[in-house]
């Protein structure tokens, strides 16, 4: 009698699952998706990579074992495979179109001095520091770094003018009175590390400003100390309210 062979229902399943897992993590990396979850350019090489492997894998396990007559007793890689499609799928299925953040026009950003802040593409103001006008310009793309730089060197941009368009935060311990920080929100590595981050701002007014609404402020650079540290703060503000940015911040 001649052998007809018949699929093994076992490993079957586990290749569906870890083809569902390739694919989900496929498309997520073709789409762009992936800085949903984590930062540009952060571990992407060795997503690749098991993307790759992951795929070489499904085809092989379905090439030698979905028709073996018989393949183990465990569902637990499947399961596993289910699992990753599973947290993967938020994502992918999100109903708003998703874009990296940093695209935002740099005319959202008001300066306080005469000079008109220049309104080409954010890509060109780089690290937004204008030393001829004292004037530093932040946007999505230069956010984390530049208010390193200036963290660094304080008493070189100690009075420069500074302008930029975050969330109202409390996260600052430091913080005294109805002071603020002008926020954006940082992912450093992936989703789970995302923090509130930005410039510590003074603010006089007996009522408080309400959490995470959006505003643009304009400032001076100043300092204060903290547990004997020197970092900037931001005094004399002027605050407008302004439009929610989506996205997230990082470094470059």
Known sequence: MKY????????????????????????????????????????????????????????????????????????????????????????IFHAQAFALPAEEPVDQVISITKEPVPTNDYKNIGDGIDDTHRHITLTSRNYYDTILKVSNHIEKYKGYTVSATGY???????????????????????????????????????????????????????????HGVEQPYIVNSKITQADAIDGYIFPN
Not at 211 to 216: D, F, L, S, V
């Open 4 to 91: 007809i062979p018949t699929i093994n229902i076992h490993a079957a399943v586990e290749v569906v699952a870890s083809a569902s897992c390739s694919l989900s993590l496929l498309y997520l990396l073709t789409t762009g998706s992936i800085y949903r979850l984590i930062a540009p350019n952060s571990y992407i090489i060795a997503l690749l990579w098991a993307l790759t492997l992951l795929l070489l894998w499904s085809t092989i396990k379905a090439s030698k074992n979905i028709f073996r007559k018989s393949y183990g007793s465990s569902y637990r890689n499947a399961i596993l495979y289910g699992l990753c499609t599973l947290l993967l799928s938020p994502s």
């Open 168 to 226: 109202i935060s409390y996260h600052d311990k430091a913080l005294q009175g109805n002071d603020f920080v002008l926020a954006r929100d940082l992912m450093i590595c992936c989703v789970a590390d995302m923090s509130p981050f930005g410039l510590p701002t003074e603010y006089s007014s007996t009522t408080p400003l309400l959490e995470h609404t959006w505003y643009t402020m304009e400032g001076t650079i100043g300092t204060r100390n903290f």
